[in-house]
């Protein structure tokens, strides 16, 4: 699957109210799909146990042959729809989880534990088996390589920053943008941008999904672009709160030599 997905409208961050009620919302339109497709199941066993009964009572071959031609039309849509209520709620099972898991992202201030609750989504939820974290180098700018799950591409091993060439990459850092491939240029399978509002934290570059998931699907969409703002949000929270640390920390240290003095 190869393909460039430039968001004309970025996703919601998720420090503002749109981004912090995104995952709810998208819980409860699920749920609501999930109710109208379990009504419309219901609806169509109602009409196949009619059809049945007129059938079995049936007096002429003419008004037989037609319940039995709506039977089949019954059975066949009961079939369709039993099939896509199925993914929804498969649907509606990957968004309660990624819900759960962004409340996770931000239960903590600390960079290193916000990191390992991204990696363990991309794990266990996304479903990547190799992938690079990048992050923003607050002092130069540049973006350094914070995580690498599994036996990365060799454009990444043994490197500690990503100083560009990755026409995926790069173009994700630029515009915040999700980018799918991979192309002949970029073995990257998407490229997730970290950002809060103009501000790009970072990106996270899957570069192999894991065996029972031979590719992204339709849905993937949502998840990856939910799981950016709040990676991005969560990043940026933990860092600012380390900032204020340090300098609290220094006061209080200047303070007591004050006070020896």
């Known amino acids: 699957m190869s393909e460039d997905h430039n968001m004309t409208d970025p996703p919601p961050v998720a420090d503002s109210p749109a981004g912090r009620d995104a995952p709810a919302r998208a819980g409860r339109d699920a749920m609501a799909t999930l109710r109208r497709a379990q009504q419309l199941v219901s609806d169509a066993q109602t009409a196949i146990e009619e059809a049945s009964r007129v059938v079995g009572q049936g007096g002429g071959a003419g008004p037989a042959g037609a319940a039995e ?10 079939l369709e729809l039993t ?22 992202l931000h239960a903590t201030l600390d960079p290193a534990e916000v990191q390992s609750t991204i990696a363990e989504i991309v794990l266990n939820l996304i479903g990547a088996e190799q992938f690079v974290l990048l992050l923003i180098d607050d002092e130069d700018k540049g ?18 920053r990503y100083t560009g060439g990755d026409p995926l990459v ?3 850092l630029l515009d915040g943008g999700l980018r799918f491939g991979p192309t002949e240029e970029s073995p990257a399978l998407a490229v997730v941008p970290l950002r809060v509002q103009d501000l790009t934290m970072g990106a996270l570059v899957i570069l192999k999904l894991r065996d029972h998931k031979p590719a992204f699907v339709k849905e ?18 933990s860092r600012v709160y380390a900032k204020t640390a340090r300098k609290l920390h220094t006061l209080e240290s200047l303070i007591r030599l004050v006070n020896r003095g």
């Not at 099939?83 to 996770?104: K, N, P």
């Not at 995580?147 to 500690?160: H, K, P």
């Not at 993937?220 to 929270?237: E, K, N, P, T, W």
Request: proline letters at 0%.
């Open 69 to 78: 031609a709506r039977l089949a039309v019954a059975e066949s849509e009961r």
């Open 143 to 160: 973006y350094e390589v914070r995580l690498m799950q599994g036996e990365a591409n060799s454009r990444w091993e043994q490197t500690e």
């Open 220 to 237: 993937d969409r949502d998840l990856l672009d939910l799981l950016g703002a709040h990676a991005a949000s969560a990043i940026f929270a």
């Open 83 to 104: 099939g896509r209520l199925a993914e929804v709620e498969h649907q509606v099972g990957r968004l309660m989880t990624l819900y759960v898991a962004t409340y996770q």
């Open 170 to 172: 790069d173009a994700a």
